[in-house]
């Protein structure tokens, strides 16, 4: 099997990235320039329309979006111990990484991508503020979520966790204070320390704190 990914460092295709790395599985990554704007070049077009990371091609078959692509690397390949063996288990990660993927990560384009939002110049700063709270109020909840856990599922690493890492680095982008969240920074420093993320975050020449 022929994996290939393609990636845009410290974006959320960084859970992708550490969820194949993690995995054990071969592969190849492609970094994508997403300042310089190679996400809309016709060559990555021809592999994904719709002009986002992350992008996984599986012996020349494209999928996208986290979700689908965590899914098939940990739920495809129970040996690597990266998804929930219990079947509620798993649909609550399924849950988890829905509403990351869905609310959480919308929440914060609403302060990195306000354009997307509204062509009114003048309503953007308004937008950036509504998405700074309900962006730190998500991050409150996951920190909530995480009390008392050493991972998402108690004693086991899943992508979930790869998945969390995103929107920390994220929140302390825009200096938010991370550290208040205590459960969440716990977690989160034992993602980092990991060697497979280690190894994954000097691939894509980032560190914890961007």
């Not at 969820?19 to 970094?31: D, P």
């Not at 012996?59 to 098939?72: H, P, S, Y």
């Not at 690397?73 to 990266?82: D, F």
């Not at 109020?137 to 979520?145: G, V």
Request: charged share 20%.
């Amino acid at each position: 099997m022929k994996l290939t990914l393609y990636y845009a460092p410290g974006a959320c295709s960084l859970a992708s990235h550490i969820a194949l790395e993690e995995s054990g599985l071969a592969y190849e990554a492609f970094r994508i320039n997403t300042a310089a704007g190679e996400q809309r070049s016709p060559e990555y077009l021809k592999i994904n329309s719709r002009g986002r990371v992350p992008t996984l091609v599986i012996d020349g078959r494209t999928l996208t979006e986290n979700v689908a692509i965590m899914t098939f690397i940990a739920g495809g390949h129970p040996k690597s111990g990266l998804w929930p063996s219990n079947t509620l288990d798993q649909a609550e990660a399924l849950s988890v990484m829905s509403w990351l993927a869905n609310s959480v990560h919308p929440a914060f384009a609403h302060i990195f991508r306000t354009e997307r939002y509204s062509d009114d110049v003048s309503t953007h700063e308004a937008i950036k503020n509504k998405g700074r709270e309900t962006f730190w109020n998500c991050l409150k909840e996951i920190d909530a979520m995480v009390a008392g856990r050493r991972w998402y599922f108690g004693n086991r690493f899943t992508v979930v966790d790869g998945y969390l890492l995103v929107f920390y680095r994220w929140g302390l982008r825009i200096h938010l204070d991370m550290k208040s969240l205590t459960h969440y920074t716990a977690l989160v420093e034992r993602v980092a320390s990991r060697p497979a993320v280690k190894r994954v975050m000097a691939e894509e020449g980032i560190a914890l704190q961007p």
